[in-house]
Nanobody, 115 residues
């Protein structure tokens, strides 16, 4: 059984920052890519950022230059630091862990950017 738990969401003012964390626990090994996605009601879930086991990162154009994704392999944890938040960053943020045989999703954490 594998559990994926996100934390760090909440209400943030425009221009502010936040740091999301996601940890995979349980019987999981051989994680290669870890990523963050986001979804707003009525729209598809889109990639925000990802990082491979080798440290290669990928960012959505909408967040490039404002976000940094990092991982702690020993802790099976991935982080997403986002700065200069905008109202359009408001969404539910989901973590995805890519194992050797399947992907695992977290339950999501709400991020609301509003004054």
């Amino acid at each position: 059984q594998v559990q994926v738990a996100e934390s760090g969401g909440g209400l943030v003012q425009p221009g502010g920052s936040l740091r999301l964390s996601c940890t995979a626990s349980g019987n999981i090994f051989g994680i290669h890519t870890m990523g963050w996605y986001r979804q707003v009601p009525g729209k598809q879930r889109d990639l925000v950022a990802s990082i491979t086991a080798g440290g290669t990162t990928n960012y959505a154009d909408s967040i490039k230059g404002r976000a940094t994704i990092s991982r702690d392999a020993a802790k099976n944890t991935v982080y997403l630091q986002v700065n200069s938040l905008k109202s359009e960053d408001t969404a539910v943020y989901y973590c995805r862990i890519d194992g050797p045989f399947r992907n695992y999703w977290g339950q999501g954490t709400q991020v609301t950017v509003s004054s």
